[in-house]
Each structure stands twice: as structure tokens, then as C-alpha cells.
């Protein structure tokens, strides 16, 4: 599987962001991934191997009444999303932790894509060269479904002084 | 790349617990998981395609010191772990969200393990049948590193009344 077959369109190149660039309300947005179902179970098979994310016909006894990718499956693509593009920083994408939920199931044939905002700024006061920046990321199909909301904790460094 | 390969230990055949079951300050250990550098590498490829998780030179000029798996190769080996017997749950492991955080990169050789505590136990008021079950985990290395702590909400059955 090449996940970069999926990625229905480029992001245009955009200025990566130091931390001095970053205001709170700034968006950005990602390109969008298509979801396969033989990509939902090769996921689930290497890491979530449930029968909701496996077989058709033993998900429509669950929870979620039919096919459903893995929710790490969302935010690794999430993740996908963001490095391609959806979130042009400075040093790159280095999260120290933050919150995730998954509101409704990522099906097969979603193309999902990731909006998202900046929350928080905050300069180091150890550290001159970074800072600490909180974003909050909408992940959403082709139908405006939330299949993910996801605040992350993101370490992004400073312009050089 | 089979997975399975990477599981040291098979986690003896646990009861499955349902909501009933479960106290608060119960505690699971799951089988151990080793990731190596090719599995870092290509989960990175797909999911995280950043200098730090696919180049051992190219890493070594970040803040990660040297090459790193992805936060997200860590949150799914740890799910991989738990639905491994790791964390014996009536109706599978079933999340709707939570939070997470990395205090130290995970690298190529650690051996994942984890640990995981029943926070709190809240039978659905609306839903007879199912309920909520908070669980706290904590994914460490063999060295006793803490390479991710993460809450995470449960949805859990009960028994048939």
C-alpha cells in the first residue's frame, strides 16, 4: 500500500511558520486523503485487529453497525494530513501530547480532510530558541461529518535572534 | 512487515470483563512488543514522513537527538497491546477519545509494554445495556522509560439483566 496514491491533491507549498509567525486564530488547511477499505483493515491487521475494523459482515453486529476504520487509523492519516502540508511549521510537527475524540466512525470511501486553528502561543522562558504551541484539528469527511477533533501540544521553534 | 513477529509474549487468555466486572484501581499488564528500526521507518513513511522518524543522521540535528518513532507508531502498538490481551474487555476495546502524551521518544529496539489502571466505572443512565469505563495506561520500555501515558473513555457492555 502507498498511502501517497491517496492523497487526492497537493497542498500548495506554504512559508513554514516559526513560532514568531503564529498568531492565536490563525487556520490552515490540509489537502484531503481517501480512505480505502483495504486500507482500513491492513491498518487494523497490524494494529486494532477488532472485528468492526476487519469484516463487514461482523461489524454490522457492533457499536458501529458496519465497517469502521480504527480511530489511531484517523489520527495517523490526521497526522499525514498535517505533515503534507496542513500545517506548514517551522522545524516540522513535534507534539508533546494533547486530546483526541472521535465523534463519529471514519468509513470506507471518506476523504478526509484537516482544518486547523491555533489556540496558544507561548515563548519559552527557558528556552529562547522555542516555544510551546496549541492548535486544535477538525478532521472531517467529504459530508462535513467530525470524524476527529484533536488538540495538540506542538513544540515549534523560534527565528533565530 | 507481520507484526505478530514483534510480539514477544502472548498475554494468557484473560476472562473478558464486562462493565460489572470492573472496579476502580483494577490493573491489566500486557505481552511486550518489540519495534525496530524498519517498522519505525515505514510506519513513518505512510503516516509521519518526517526527518526525525525516517533518518538516523538526519535526526541526529533535531530535537530528538537521533531517530525516533512517530507519537502515533507509539499510540498504535499500544492499542496493538491492549486488544492483545492487555486489556480484557467484553465487546473489545472500543474508544471514544482521550488524551496522550509522549515524555520520551520511543526507539528502535524498545520493547513496548503496558500497563493500564480502571480509573473510573459509569453505567450509561439512557443505555441499560452499556456504559462508560475510564482507564488510565501507561507504555513504558524495557528500561522502565515512560514512552506514553494516555487516558482513555471506554465504551463497555454489561451483562444481560
Given amino acids: 500500500m502507498n498511502s501517497t496514491l491517496s492523497e487526492l491533491s ?5 512559508p513554514l511558520r516559526y513560532l514568531d509567525d503564529l498568531q492565536v486564530g490563525d487556520r490552515f ?22 472485528p ?5 459482515e461482523a461489524a454490522k453486529e457492533t457499536l458501529f453497525g458496519g465497517l469502521a476504520a480504527s480511530g489511531w487509523h484517523t489520527a495517523a492519516v490526521t497526522m499525514r494530513l498535517l505533515v503534507g502540508g496542513g500545517l506548514p511549521l517551522a522545524g516540522g ?21 484537516v482544518e486547523t486553528e491555533v489556540v496558544s502561543v ?30 495538540y501540544k506542538l513544540v515549534v521553534p523560534r527565528k533565530a535572534q
Fill in 10 to 14: 497537493q497542498t500548495p507549498a506554504a
Fill in 29 to 50: 488547511s490540509s489537502a484531503g486523503f481517501l480512505l480505502d477499505e483495504t486500507q482500513i483493515k491492513a491498518f487494523a491487521l497490524q494494529f486494532d485487529p477488532q
Fill in 52 to 56: 468492526f475494523h476487519l469484516d463487514h
Fill in 93 to 113: 510537527i513535534i507534539g508533546a501530547g494533547g486530546e483526541i475524540s472521535w465523534p463519529q466512525p471514519t468509513r470506507p470511501g471518506d476523504i478526509l480532510q
Fill in 122 to 151: 507561548t515563548p519559552s522562558r527557558s528556552r529562547p530558541e522555542r516555544g510551546l504551541v496549541v492548535v486544535r484539528s477538525t478532521t472531517q469527511n467529504q459530508h462535513g461529518h467530525v470524524l476527529q477533533l484533536s488538540v
